[in-house]
Nanobody
Framework: QVQVVESGGGLVQAGGSLRLSCAAS????????MGWFRQAPGKEREFVAA????????SYADSVKGRFTISGHHARNTVFLQMNSLKPEDTAVYFC?????????????????WGQGTQVTVSS
Protein backbone atom coordinates (compact mmCIF):
# COMPACT_ATOMS: atom_id res chain seq x y z
CA GLN A 1 0.00 0.00 0.00
CA VAL A 2 1.17 3.50 -0.77
CA GLN A 3 2.30 5.48 2.28
CA VAL A 4 1.26 9.11 2.42
CA VAL A 5 2.86 11.70 4.71
CA GLU A 6 1.67 15.28 5.24
CA SER A 7 3.53 18.24 6.72
CA GLY A 8 3.14 21.98 7.12
CA GLY A 9 0.24 22.47 9.49
CA GLY A 10 0.28 24.97 12.33
CA LEU A 11 -1.32 27.96 14.00
CA VAL A 12 -2.03 31.11 12.00
CA GLN A 13 -4.14 34.22 12.45
CA ALA A 14 -7.21 34.85 10.33
CA GLY A 15 -6.20 36.27 6.97
CA GLY A 16 -2.87 34.49 7.04
CA SER A 17 -1.44 31.73 4.87
CA LEU A 18 -0.12 28.20 5.25
CA ARG A 19 1.31 25.70 2.78
CA LEU A 20 0.76 21.99 3.27
CA SER A 21 2.94 19.37 1.63
CA CYS A 22 2.33 15.70 0.96
CA ALA A 23 4.48 12.91 -0.40
CA ALA A 24 3.43 9.45 -1.53
CA SER A 25 5.93 6.63 -1.14
CA UNK A 26 5.64 5.14 -4.58
CA UNK A 27 4.32 5.78 -7.99
CA UNK A 28 2.38 3.57 -10.33
CA UNK A 29 0.86 4.50 -13.61
CA UNK A 30 -2.59 4.60 -12.09
CA UNK A 31 -1.65 6.18 -8.71
CA UNK A 32 -2.32 9.52 -10.28
CA UNK A 33 -4.98 11.10 -8.12
CA MET A 34 -4.09 13.06 -4.99
CA GLY A 35 -6.29 15.15 -2.79
CA TRP A 36 -6.81 16.99 0.46
CA PHE A 37 -9.66 16.48 2.89
CA ARG A 38 -10.28 17.99 6.31
CA GLN A 39 -12.13 17.07 9.45
CA ALA A 40 -13.17 19.49 12.18
CA PRO A 41 -14.13 18.30 15.68
CA GLY A 42 -17.58 16.74 15.67
CA LYS A 43 -17.90 16.90 11.89
CA GLU A 44 -17.49 14.46 9.04
CA ARG A 45 -14.43 14.44 6.84
CA GLU A 46 -14.97 16.75 3.88
CA PHE A 47 -13.38 17.26 0.50
CA VAL A 48 -11.10 20.27 0.06
CA ALA A 49 -9.22 19.88 -3.24
CA ALA A 50 -7.91 17.23 -5.62
CA UNK A 51 -5.60 16.97 -8.61
CA UNK A 52 -4.71 14.44 -11.27
CA UNK A 53 -0.94 14.65 -11.46
CA UNK A 54 -0.59 13.57 -15.09
CA UNK A 55 -2.88 16.30 -16.47
CA UNK A 56 -2.94 18.91 -13.72
CA UNK A 57 -6.73 18.85 -13.65
CA UNK A 58 -8.01 20.22 -10.34
CA SER A 59 -11.22 20.38 -8.34
CA TYR A 60 -12.08 22.49 -5.27
CA ALA A 61 -14.77 22.63 -2.66
CA ASP A 62 -16.87 25.78 -3.00
CA SER A 63 -15.80 26.89 0.48
CA VAL A 64 -12.13 27.19 -0.55
CA LYS A 65 -12.35 28.32 -4.18
CA GLY A 66 -10.30 31.42 -4.79
CA ARG A 67 -8.38 30.99 -1.52
CA PHE A 68 -6.71 27.57 -1.77
CA THR A 69 -4.55 26.24 -4.60
CA ILE A 70 -3.56 22.61 -5.10
CA SER A 71 -0.50 21.74 -7.15
CA GLY A 72 1.66 18.68 -7.63
CA HIS A 73 4.78 17.16 -9.09
CA HIS A 74 4.03 13.96 -10.98
CA ALA A 75 7.49 12.38 -11.02
CA ARG A 76 8.05 13.08 -7.32
CA ASN A 77 4.58 11.97 -6.22
CA THR A 78 4.14 15.15 -4.23
CA VAL A 79 1.23 17.51 -3.82
CA PHE A 80 0.90 20.88 -2.13
CA LEU A 81 -1.99 22.92 -0.79
CA GLN A 82 -1.42 26.67 -0.63
CA MET A 83 -3.98 28.16 1.73
CA ASN A 84 -4.47 31.94 1.68
CA SER A 85 -6.96 34.24 3.38
CA LEU A 86 -7.51 31.63 6.07
CA LYS A 87 -10.64 31.81 8.20
CA PRO A 88 -11.38 30.35 11.65
CA GLU A 89 -13.79 27.93 9.98
CA ASP A 90 -10.83 26.42 8.10
CA THR A 91 -9.60 25.02 11.41
CA ALA A 92 -9.41 21.22 11.08
CA VAL A 93 -7.11 18.26 10.72
CA TYR A 94 -6.08 18.13 7.07
CA PHE A 95 -5.54 14.76 5.43
CA CYS A 96 -3.69 14.00 2.22
CA UNK A 97 -4.90 11.04 0.19
CA UNK A 98 -3.83 9.15 -2.92
CA UNK A 99 -5.99 7.27 -5.37
CA UNK A 100 -6.09 5.72 -8.80
CA UNK A 101 -7.34 6.76 -12.18
CA UNK A 102 -6.98 9.63 -14.57
CA UNK A 103 -10.16 11.51 -13.72
CA UNK A 104 -10.23 13.94 -10.81
CA UNK A 105 -12.54 12.68 -8.06
CA UNK A 106 -13.78 14.16 -4.80
CA UNK A 107 -15.28 11.41 -2.64
CA UNK A 108 -13.39 9.75 0.21
CA UNK A 109 -14.13 6.33 -1.30
CA UNK A 110 -12.20 7.31 -4.44
CA UNK A 111 -8.95 7.42 -2.43
CA UNK A 112 -7.30 4.29 -1.05
CA UNK A 113 -4.24 5.60 0.82
CA TRP A 114 -4.41 8.20 3.56
CA GLY A 115 -1.94 10.15 5.67
CA GLN A 116 -2.18 10.62 9.43
CA GLY A 117 -3.28 14.24 9.13
CA THR A 118 -1.83 17.59 10.11
CA GLN A 119 -3.54 20.15 12.35
CA VAL A 120 -4.39 23.58 10.98
CA THR A 121 -5.66 26.12 13.50
CA VAL A 122 -6.81 29.59 12.47
CA SER A 123 -7.32 32.07 15.28
CA SER A 124 -9.73 35.00 15.03
Amino acid sequence: QVQVVESGGGLVQAGGSLRLSCAASEHTYNQNLMGWFRQAPGKEREFVAAITLSTGTTSYADSVKGRFTISGHHARNTVFLQMNSLKPEDTAVYFCAAGRGIVVRTRTVDFDSWGQGTQVTVSS
